[in-house]
C-alpha cells in the first residue's frame, strides 16, 4: 500500500509482481532491480560475497554510496519488523487488509503460513475500500505536496 | 575502541545509524525485564549460531517445521535447548511459527514475558548483523553483558484481544511514551508492549534505519534519504515476500 502511494508521488506505476519475483522483473521504481537484487543477496542463507561486493558497487555507482547505506538499513529494518509481526502472530490492521485485498490476492500473499493470522476480510468492505483506495492515494498525495 | 566505529567504511554511515546501534548494544548488555544482561547477550549469540544451523536449514527445508528432523541446534550458549529452539526458529523460520507451538514452549519458567523479550533481542541482533552484511561488514562483537538482575515489570492494561501474546490496549503512565498522539497504532507496534522496553528500542532503531514510527503513514516523511520513499517502500515488501510474511 505504502508502495503504491509513494510511488504515485514520484511519478511511477510500480509493477507489484517484482515485490514477488524479484530482480528479474521490471520494478517500475527507479533503480529497483539493482535495490532487489541487493536485498535478495543480502538475505542469501549461501553468501554470495562476491556478488553481493559486485552489486554493492553497482548501487554505489548508479546511485550514490549514501543510498546504498540507506537501502542496507532498510534491509535490517524489516529483518526485524517481519519477525515482530510472525512471531506474535499479529493480524494485519483492519483498514489496511480492507484496502489491499486485491493486491494481497494478486501476489498470491494469501497463501502464506502467516496469512491465518488475519481474519478473511468483509467482501463489501473490501470493495468499498478498493474503491475509494485513489481518492485516499490522491488525499495522501496533496497532503504531501501541501509540505 | 568504541563499538560501531565504521572507521573503515568505504562508505559513508549516517551518525544516527551508530547512535542508534550503540544504544541497542547497550540496552543488549543491561539486565532487560524478564532476562539478565548475560542471558540477553547469550541469545543475541544463538542469533547468529542460528545462521549456521544445519538442524534449521533442514528444518526450514521440510514441509513442516514441525517434522521430525534429526539433529542438534549448533549452539553455544548455556540456554536451556527449548529457548535455544525458539530462538533459532525465530531467526531462520519465522513465518510458519503457529498459536499452538507458542503455547507449547511457554511455562512458568518461560512466559509469554520471556517470549516477548526474546523476539525483542532476536530482532534487534538480526536488524544490525544484516546491515552489516548488506554492507560486507564484520559482525560487530557482542557486548559484555552487565551485572544485575531482571525488573520483571509488567505493565498495566495488558489485553489478549490480538495476537498471540498480551499487548497494551490504551497506554497510560509511564508507557505514554510508546504512541503519543497516534490515532491509530498498528499491531506491529504493539507487538511488543508487554515489555515496554522493547517497543522503546525498536522506536529507536527505525526510526535510523526507515523513518520515525510516527512519520510511517505519511508518505513525504523519509526525504532526508538518499533514497526516495517509494524506494524505502519497495525494499520493505521485497523483504517481507522474501520472508513470506504476511504482515
Not at chain 1, 533503480?31 to 532487489?36: D, I, M, N, R
Not at chain 2, 514441509?63 to 542438534?72: I, K, Y
Not at chain 2, 533481542?121 to 560487530?140: K, M, Y
Request: a negative charge; hydrophobic letters at 40%; charged letters at 20%.
Amino acid at each position: 500500500m505504502l508502495l503504491r502511494v509513494t510511488s504515485e508521488i514520484d511519478d511511477q506505476t510500480p509493477n507489484l509482481k517484482s515485490i514477488t519475483q524479484g530482480k528479474d522483473v521490471v520494478s517500475g521504481v527507479a533503480h529497483g532491480e539493482l535495490l532487489s537484487e541487493l536485498v535478495e543477496l543480502t538475505l542469501d542463507q549461501h553468501h554470495q560475497a562476491d556478488s553481493l561486493a559486485t552489486t554493492r558497487q553497482a548501487i554505489s555507482d548508479a546511485m550514490s554510496p549514501e543510498a546504498l547505506v540507506d537501502a542496507a538499513a532498510v534491509i535490517g529494518n524489516f529483518q526485524r519488523m517481519v519477525r515482530i509481526a510472525d512471531g506474535t502472530g499479529i493480524p494485519l490492521d483492519k483498514p489496511i487488509a480492507a484496502m489491499t485485498a486485491d493486491m494481497r490476492e494478486e501476489l498470491g500473499y494469501n497463501d502464506f503460513e502467516s496469512a491465518k493470522n488475519t481474519p478473511p476480510v468483509n467482501r463489501l468492505l473490501a470493495w468499498l475500500a478498493i474503491t475509494f483506495r485513489p481518492l485516499m492515494i490522491k488525499r495522501m498525495t496533496a497532503q504531501r505536496n501541501r509540505g | 575502541m568504541q563499538a560501531f566505529a565504521y572507521s573503515n567504511s568505504p562508505y559513508p554511515i549516517r551518525p544516527d545509524l551508530p547512535e542508534a546501534y550503540r544504544d541497542a548494544w547497550q540496552q543488549l548488555a543491561n539486565p532487560g525485564t524478564w532476562w539478565s544482561g548475560r542471558e540477553r547477550v547469550a541469545l543475541a549469540q544463538e542469533v547468529r549460531n542460528a545462521q549456521g544451523c544445519e538442524l534449521c536449514a533442514n528444518r526450514k527445508a521440510a514441509l513442516s517445521p514441525f517434522a521430525d528432523v534429526e539433529g542438534r541446534h549448533l549452539a553455544t550458549s548455556k540456554l536451556p535447548s527449548s529457548v535455544v529452539d525458539v530462538v533459532h526458529r525465530l531467526t531462520t523460520d519465522p513465518s510458519r511459527l503457529t498459536p499452538s507451538w507458542l503455547q507449547e514452549v511457554t511455562s512458568e519458567a518461560f512466559t509469554s514475558g520471556h517470549y516477548v523479550e526474546t523476539i525483542s533481542v532476536v530482532v534487534t541482533t538480526l536488524c544490525i548483523d544484516t546491515f552489516h552484511r548488506s554492507l560486507g561488514f564484520d559482525l560487530e562483537p557482542l557486548p559484555a553483558p552487565h551485572d544485575g538482575q531482571p525488573s520483571v515489570y509488567v505493565p498495566e492494561g495488558l489485553n489478549n484481544d490480538t495476537g498471540w501474546v498480551p499487548m497494551i490496549g490504551q497506554a497510560q503512565d509511564p508507557e505514554q511514551d510508546l504512541w503519543p498522539g497516534a490515532r491509530m497504532v498498528p499491531n506491529v507496534i504493539k507487538a511488543l508492549s508487554s515489555v515496554p522496553d522493547a517497543v522503546r528500542l525498536l522506536k529507536t532503531l527505525s526510526a535510523a534505519q526507515y523513518v520515525p514510527m510516527a512519520d510511517v503513514p505519511n508518505p513525504s516523511a523519509g526525504g532526508d534519504r538518499a533514497i526516495s520513499r517509494a524506494q524505502i517502500e519497495f525494499i520493505a515488501a521485497r523483504v517481507s515476500a522474501i520472508n513470506d510474511c504476511f504482515y
